[in-house]
């Protein structure tokens, strides 16, 4: 699967939902996404972290970039990954890798170390080089992280970090935790480019976001984090009772 493929399932989205992509953190979860129908997939990174032990962000590279290589060889659609903040490679050494793990997508955060904001023109010229170094062949989603990082006007920021990325070559963005309050005026001011946003318990359904605003929806390790209490749940009744 390509890039080019991965863009087409952005562009074209049905009448009342957004493109809905589920987040699995090894191959056999991948494999059940896939058989479940949904086109494309899209690795979290905390939930891989997790899934090898890892406290989120303390995943070194090389596990990581082997962890989405055996999710991709598991599947036939396409799969974007979460590579957090690039792990500090020179943009060609980075496309690289991803293309040797056969992901089509990048998710490329802009918090830095200390997880404070990176300098947005900076960040900007870097995923200008990623644009450079990999032409169409991948699919950029680049994470802006005003919400969550404290900004003191974090709609205005997220605005304004989304328009320096699109400029820069990144296909979508993603204004993680934004207020689904805000994602009309980002919708607004964003004009046609794809707005990724979050899902989270008890929150908009996804016809309510993709009506707000969104184009595709992601889960982070929400995922994951509902697997595991149902995993909870199965060891408790297996020490209450010797059948399953």
């Not at 934004?178 to 994602?183: E, I, K, R, T, V």
């Not at 318990?201 to 209490?229: H, I, K, N, W, Y």
Request: proline share 7%; net charge negative; hydrophobic share 45%.
């Amino acid at each position: 699967m390509t890039a080019e493929a991965l863009r087409a399932l952005h562009r074209r989205l049905p009448a009342d939902g957004p493109l809905v992509l589920p987040g699995p953190w090894d191959a056999a979860s991948a494999r059940a996404f896939e058989e479940a129908g949904y086109p494309a997939l899209a690795t979290p990174s905390a939930g891989i972290a997790a899934s090898l032990g890892y406290e989120d962000g303390a995943t070194p590279a090389a596990e990581m970039f082997a962890a989405v290589a055996r999710i991709v060889r598991s599947v036939s659609v396409p799969v974007t990954a979460d590579l957090e903040g690039g792990y500090g490679l020179p943009a060609a050494e980075l496309v690289e890798r991803v293309r040797e793990s056969g992901a089509v997508g990048v998710n490329l955060e802009d918090s830095g170390p200390g997880r404070a904001l990176k300098d947005a023109e900076a960040h900007a010229e870097w995923l200008a080089q990623v644009r450079a170094a990999a032409g169409p062949s991948l699919f950029v989603n680049a994470r802006v992280d005003a919400y969550i990082r404290g900004s003191s006007d974090p709609l205005a920021e997220a605005i304004a970090r989304s328009r320096l990325y699109a400029s820069a070559g990144a296909d979508c963005v993603y204004p993680i935790a934004a207020a689904p309050s805000d994602l009309p005026g980002l919708r607004a001011a964003l004009g046609d480019l794809p707005v990724n946003a979050l899902a989270v318990p008890d929150g908009p359904s996804f016809t309510e976001l993709f009506r707000l605003g969104a184009t595709r929806v992601t889960f982070g390790d929400g995922l994951l984090t509902r697997a595991l209490q149902d995993v909870r749940s199965l060891a408790t009744t297996l020490r209450e009772d010797d059948r399953l």
